[in-house]
């Protein structure tokens, strides 16, 4: 099942305005959230991440072109995913054998 979330923005000129006119759709890199995750992460002594975190990047699942990448956090900072669709996931602190294989098949 794929759940497609489209979020109709207006600019602030517009929002004061009142016109119903909105921007196009912007989607978040995955590049984008690990930038965002990493400066989070410093203004708090106890993080549930850090920059060695094992994470999935996962782009256009599905398609002919699909991207699936495992590695810490710190990883995804420079790697590049392509095209959107995006996701992120970030692994709990134990893998399951089987999420940790397929972390290990992924990871590159």
Wanted: aromatic share 10%; hydrophobic share 30%.
């Amino acid at each position: 099942m794929l759940v497609d979330i489209k979020v109709k923005e207006r600019t602030e000129e517009n929002i004061l305005r009142d016109k119903k006119v909105y921007e196009p759709p912007r989607f978040m890199t995955i590049q984008e959230c690990c930038e965002q995750l990493m400066e989070a992460g410093k203004n708090y002594e106890e993080s549930a991440y850090d920059e060695n975190t094992k994470c999935f990047g996962l782009a256009r699942v599905g398609y002919s072109n699909q991207k699936i990448v495992s590695g810490p956090l710190s990883k995804f900072l420079t790697e590049d995913m392509g095209a959107p669709l995006h996701s992120f996931v970030i692994c709990a602190q134990t893998l399951h054998s089987v999420e940790e294989e397929m972390y290990q098949h992924f990871s590159s």
